[in-house]
């Protein structure tokens, strides 16, 4: 083992404090014990260096500090690596574990009292282990661990109190054996035991902090630590039954196709209902046009008009068409907040019942074929509620081609709902084969697009491994925290983005950018598209709002097909402005400016391409080949992304030729 | 599907043929099957399928198979979704 130094990087908390830290895998109750340990006080706070966000609250003197759902700490990917950072700074670590799920929570269990933290574990969830046919043993578990073990349901508050009553009984537990003797030579090199755990473990970021070399022995220790825990589950749980419960038959049927498929439909159904009807129509109209527009509005103008007249450059930056305190606040508050929680609901709510990774074990094959893997379906589905929110969930996603893709896609295809809301207005009035043309192209670019990313972009595809957790009821209160804590993440997010594209659009407008844009674009809207000049306005609104654009539409004198190009070409147009500006602040300045100008180009293309095949079916326009440009459409679909996967597989086959062998 | 050798591929009722002895993929194992995982490929996910309880030498239960989908194997409670490409590299012997 070279030298190494010692490094510390700290989060900062006071000094004397105690730094209290919650761990646990994913969905096992953490914030439960967070907000009772806290109470209101919460700070929410960015890492340095990364995007996440983690909470912080106080208790007494000492701080509590949240961290990821993870099931063990390493370089795997970044709530991983915020986790074990966190954890390796704390004092002490209360570690919820789920009491029907133990095989899987005591890795983590295992490997954080391996660093050598006083540990606490609330063994969260007792309830469901009599529903599981389970019996676990609290207090042989606590012998085996070596730390105190306290049987809780957090969602009933049974055994809070007591978790934090003996807090600070914690205390080092039994580490995996052999380890001590592995960890001696490196415990005078580096700074805490923790850290010489991870270096042992291989960990890359730890070890070129202190200046070591990685050690090669992860795979031993986890399997020594695996063993380990198989032995604890033995001696603390005995299985009373097989608990071949309705849950576990609902799962399996949520997996299976035949019976999954339609499953998820009706969910798709009953989310459209709630949210594209409910919501999006009674909810959005109340706080929108009533609350927002009808009073909110009229108020802050008047207002502000005391101080500075309302036809003067600050007045309109302020108040105007598109003003920080009018449109901002309208759209941000009245039309996105209620969708996006209408959304965040949902996903909570499929999150903590389990049905989420049967979704995307499901669907699974068919997001290969554009580069994703299962997961990717998450953001796909929240981008129709709104883009700029599902372009901050693609974090969530493994690996960074995998996020490149989604968030194209996202950009390119996916219309956000308040598009979608003036699109769906404006395909009613036409026939049955007009609205197959719009949905095929809109799908066929998807196709296209994500088949020639992942055939092009450098790196393999990310494969599906993912625990699939036993079924169960939501809990309500759960899910309507994880929503309210979500929504207000994208509020304070997308906030200031939304105001800076406010900004900058009512520059544009009060310097003649906007005109000038207008009159650039009408030779292409005109020539190419074969729409009326007057297009080129909505276009260059869809740059701000994409439903802007698309309402902008309903303005103009349009036959059928005219109604399609335009609809096609505004789906496929930029981004809204605020999404773009998460592009630019997620992504490298490059790479949102490519997907920017991709937008342009793939959008008037495609468009174009509609219309003018449309004339060459039917030179006279009084009935438009509508049919025929549908069928060229699928074709050239199928033959693009034929030949994409063809290049991808051959040079696969080139490229590693002894896979499975 | 390329470049991997040709396999037992036939399936259904009607088939009568055995499948080959010897080691085989997980992608091969049918529903309900029992077998032993022999061999992960990757490093990576050694490490994250032990974290699952999923290792060599352990035997697991094909639970389900999603057509040219993923396959969900099982060891005790714990059950996982493994991707058809990477379930096509693991290497189990049949039991």
């Not at chain 1, 994913?26 to 960015?46: A, E, I, R």
């Not at chain 1, 209408?342 to 909570?348: D, I, Q």
Request: charge should be positive.
């Amino acid at each position: 083992m070279p030298a190494c130094h010692k490094a510390h990087p700290q989060p900062n908390t006071p000094s004397g404090a105690r730094r209290i830290v919650l761990a646990g895998n994913p969905n096992t109750g953490k914030s439960v014990f967070f907000n009772y340990l806290t109470g209101m006080y919460v700070d929410v706070s960015n890492y340095p260096g990364t995007t996440l966000e983690i909470y912080s609250g106080r208790l007494g003197s000492d701080a509590v500090i949240d961290t990821p759902g993870v099931y063990g700490i390493s370089s795997f990917n970044e709530e991983e690596r915020l986790a074990r950072d966190i954890i390796l700074t704390a004092d002490l670590v209360l570690n919820v574990v789920s009491a029907a799920h133990l095989e899987r929570d005591l890795f983590l269990t295992q490997q954080i009292i391996d660093t050598g933290v006083p540990v606490i574990v609330a063994l969260n969830m007792m309830d469901e282990t009599k529903r599981a046919g389970l019996e676990v043993d609290g207090e042989r578990l606590s012998e085996l661990l070596g730390v105190p073990v306290i049987p809780t349901v957090a969602v009933k508050k049974e055994g809070l109190d007591r978790v934090k009553a003996e807090l600070f009984t914690a205390r080092p537990g039994n580490a995996t054996p052999g380890l001590e003797e592995e960890l001696a030579p490196l415990l005078p090199l580096v700074d805490t035991r923790g850290e010489a755990l991870l270096v042992l473990e291989g960990d890359p970021v730890v070890a070129a902090r202190h200046g070591c070399a990685p050690g090669t022995r992860q795979e031993e220790i986890y399997r020594r630590r695996r063993e380990r825990v198989n032995e604890i589950y033995r001696q603390a749980v005995r299985e009373t039954s097989r608990g071949a419960g309705f849950g576990t038959l609902l799962g399996r049927w949520m997996l299976k196709p035949a019976t999954g498929i339609p499953m998820l439909l009706v969910t798709l159904w009953v989310m459209y209902k709630v949210i594209g009807v409910l919501i999006a129509g009674t909810v959005v109209e109340f706080t929108e046009e009533t609350v927002m527009r009808g009073i909110y509005e009229p108020a802050i103008r008047n207002f502000v008009e005391l101080f500075i007249s309302r036809s003067s450059v600050p007045g309109a930056i302020l108040t105007g068409e598109f003003g920080l305190l009018t449109m901002t606040v309208t759209y941000l508050l009245g039309l996105l907040m209620p969708l996006v929680a209408g959304f965040y609901f949902f996903l909570s709510l499929f999150e903590d019942s389990g049905y989420l990774p049967r979704i995307a074990a499901l669907v699974d094959r068919l997001l290969n074929a554009v580069g994703l893997n299962g997961r990717g379906i998450i953001p796909l589905i929240l981008g129709f509620g709104c883009v700029t929110m599902a372009t901050i969930t693609t974090r969530l996603l493994s690996s960074d081609r995998e996020r490149i893709i989604a968030i194209f896609l996202l950009g390119l295809t996916i219309p956000c709902s308040a598009q979608l809301g003036v699109i769906a207005g404006m395909l009613a009035g036409l026939g049955g084969q007009y609205v197959a043309l719009y949905a095929l192209v809109i799908f066929g670019v998807l196709v296209m697009a994500g088949t020639l990313l992942s055939t092009f972009l450098p790196g393999e595809p990310v494969d599906l491994l993912i625990d699939l957790p036993p079924l169960r009821v939501p809990r309500l209160d759960n899910v309507l925290k994880k929503t309210g804590i979500k929504s207000y993440h994208f509020l304070k997010e997308a906030a200031p983005l939304f105001a800076l594209g406010a900004l900058l659009i009512s520059i544009f407008q009060l310097t003649g950018v906007l005109e000038f844009l207008q009159n650039l674009l009408a030779p292409v809207t005109v020539g190419w598209l074969r729409l009326p000049r007057e297009t080129a306005t909505a276009l260059i609104m869809g740059i701000v709002r994409r439903d802007f654009g698309a309402a902008g539409l309903t303005a103009l004198d349009l036959n059928p097909l005219q109604t399609i190009v335009a609809l096609i070409t505004i789906t496929l147009f930029v981004p809204c402005i605020a999404s773009i500006l998460v592009i630019f602040k997620e992504r490298s300045k490059g790479e949102a400016a490519l997907i920017w100008g991709g937008s342009w180009v793939i959008a008037f293309l495609m468009g174009g391409l509609v219309a003018q095949l449309a004339r060459l079916f039917n030179p006279f326009g009084a009935n438009p080949g509508v049919a025929p440009v549908t069928l060229i459409f699928a074709v050239l679909t199928l033959v693009v992304a034929g030949l994409a996967l063809f290049l991808r597989r051959s040079r696969q086959t080139t490229n590693n030729p002894g896979i499975g062998g | 599907m390329f470049g991997l050798p040709k396999r037992h591929r036939c399936r259904g009722w009607r088939c009568t043929e055995q499948p080959p002895p010897g080691p085989m993929t997980l992608a091969e194992v049918k529903r309900g099957q029992r077998c032993r995982i022999i061999n992960i490929p990757s490093e990576k996910i050694r490490a994250q399928a032990l974290r699952f309880g999923i290792a060599e030498g352990e035997i697991v239960t094909c639970r389900e198979k999603i057509p040219a989908g993923p396959v969900v194997i099982a060891r005790n409670r714990q059950e996982i979704a493994v991707g058809r490409r990477l379930a096509r590299q693991i290497q189990v012997q049949q039991i």
